[in-house]
């Protein structure tokens, strides 16, 4: 009888201690967190819109602040918990414009963060380009 | 010696006896399952249709099929408690009453029911070992609703159209009229709008884009690592908007079509396993419920995922 008790003792002790206690992939998608730099540019920030690209395979969020506009971009993937969705993965891009008179079409500057906060460095005509999608993005529809 | 084995001959006898009384008194409760009309059916491929007779139809339509050994009581009970409460959330044979939109949102939620192991119950396969699906039907299953999915093309006009509408100036601002009510009483909340995004979700399945926003209590919970459970004050909305295409793939938010709040009070909403639940559709913000009992459409659909707090999105961590 000991050895039995002991036996499903050291069952159901390896069976937890296999168990994963953050859940499938934990309970918070640390994948898709922007680094602890970059943070400040969209807490407590004004949410303006989001956006997706279908070829890209990417989705963003852009918020309003401080005469800036941050676009947060990453990489889509497929939602675990519900297929028919796709949820943020990886983080791709951060993206501020800046703009000295809110409201204003004069960008004073673009800078470009990879997901480590690192600063890109992107060629001019790319950079017109991506500072005419961002400024092209209209606030989402709220009743 | 021969006395004690008679004794427990007769003691044997006896509790059969009484059991066997008890199996044919129970006989006596027979609540009707009634096999009534399926006029309004669901059309589907056949394949498809075969899997969900197979799977679903003993519950969840007007065509249940019993098996000798479901008519014994007590099983008779579980199973037309079972037919009882399948039919109210889903039923296949009234499946053309339903608007084309419920019907592929049903769809979708009954497989992703399927994929959570929700469904087919686990009570119910136990005997019933025809109803579990094997991967291969599901992945027919997955095939079809995904043929289903919302088809957005570049342009639409029509989408463009009801987001113009929108945001035309109203007689009536939202901050003059009343606030809209659920059932439940939950009021529609405005400030949302203000609260700190911690997701957002391309819903291909019905061709939304949405945004779940998080008050403090939310943010702080993720910041602190407590999203299991969510503490009690903690509120989500997710706001669902139309896609709208270019013709570079670029997709943006259209006409908004719904708001759905998410509040944690653990004792008020004990009920619904601690959430209270509130949806407001289009931008008149037309409350959800025909009755107080909707919510109970909600988290049946929340259901499976009991293990992070009936929560679907994980929100990102900030």
Redesign the interface.
Known sequence: MKRFIISVATCVLALNACRDNTGKTGFINERAALPESLKSLTVNQKFTTSAMNKTAGTMSVLYAGKGNLTLVTWKKKGDENWFGANVPDSLLTVEVLHSPYPGSAHVELYNCFDHNGQLMKQDSLAEITRIGYISSLKPSIFP | MNQTKNRSRTYLLRISSVLAVLLIAMQLYHPAINNSKADAEIQAPPEIKAILKNACYDCHSNTTDLRWYDQIAPVYWQVAAHVQTGRKALNFSQWQNMPSADQKAKL?ES??QI??GAMPLKSYTIIHRQAVLTPAELTVL?AY?SSL?AKSKPGDTSKLKV?DN??KPKKKD?AQKKLPVEMNGIAYLPDY??W??I????????GT?R?I?GNDIAVKA?KE?R??PWPDGTIFAK?A?D?L?DA?????????KQVEYMIKDHQKYASTNGWGFARFKT???IPYGKTALFAAECINCHRP?K??DFV???????
Do not use: Y
Not at chain 2, 199 to 206: E, G, M, Y
Not at chain 2, 248 to 256: M, S, V, W
Not at chain 2, 312 to 318: E, H, K, L, S, V
């Open positions: 979708w497989v992703n994929i959570a997955k609703v999915a987001a929108q945001l939202l709008k203000n700190q995004v997701s957002t979700t391309d819903r291909f399945d019905n884009m945004v926003f993720v690592n999203t299991n706001v908007w896609q295409e570079k793939g670029n997709i943006t938010p259209g006409a908004f931008e008149n913000l995922m293990d992070a679907f999105t994980q929100p990102i961590r900030n």
